[in-house]
């Protein structure tokens, strides 16, 4: 389990999301709920993008912080790993 960092901007139309950590993970939502869901969304899209690439996971930074958030809260990623196996042709 990685452990990440969303902040949340209120703005006049809704609520800005970002996982500070984690670059790219960036949403909109109109009320709180919306805006965790989205990056939460975001935020697997992203990590399975750079594992499919072959690409490592940012690092997590529990120092990291942004001062213009309303909200800071700690997100928590877990992955799971699946094979599958097939042969190719299948026997009769």
Known sequence: MLSYKAMYKFLDKGI?????????????????????RCWLSALVDMAETNLMKGESLPQ?????????????????????????????????
């Open 16 to 36: 800005h999301a970002e996982v500070l950590d984690f670059p790219g993970v960036i949403t909109f939502g109109e009320n709180l709920d919306e805006a965790r």
């Open 60 to 92: 997590p930074d529990p120092t990291i912080s942004d001062p213009d958030a309303d909200i800071e809260e700690p997100i928590h990623l877990l992955l799971t790993a699946a094979s599958r196996v097939s042969l190719v042709p299948e026997p009769s």
